[in-house]
């Protein structure tokens, strides 16, 4: 029985982290993709807002694409849309020979706080 591409993948959003915080002075914000196919995983910083708690805007939106690579070779072409530093939207397609062989498909993104 052939797995689809969501069965095969794991996508979180991993927000915070106390001692990257202090030591970077950045908010971590990262997605986290794990492939049981690739028996791998991948991470993709998302970019956070620079703005203060009193001017936040809604309105903060980033959208961006890419690829995922395994070695060397490119498994996955990403794309999503981001609102305030929150992912609202991931899709992905499987690569094979650099020909992507399935349309975007969107999976869902589970959120995980981490301290």
Do not use: C
Not at 2 to 19: A, E, H, N, P, V
Not at 75 to 95: D, L, M, P, S, T
């Amino acid at each position: 029985m052939k797995s689809s591409i969501t069965d095969i993948l794991q996508i979180y959003q991993m927000m915070g982290g106390m001692r990257e915080t202090n030591l970077t002075g950045v908010y971590p914000n990262k997605l986290e993709i794990t492939s049981s196919k690739y028996k791998h995983k991948w991470r993709i910083k998302v970019k956070n807002p620079d703005i203060d708690e009193d001017t936040f805007s809604s309105e903060y939106f980033e959208n961006k694409s890419g690829t995922l690579k395994y070695k060397k070779t490119v498994v996955y072409n990403y794309k999503y849309e981001a609102n305030g530093g929150h992912v609202q939207k991931f899709e992905i397609q499987e690569v094979i020979d650099e020909q992507p062989v399935s349309d975007l498909i969107e999976i869902k993104v589970d959120g995980l706080l981490v301290d």
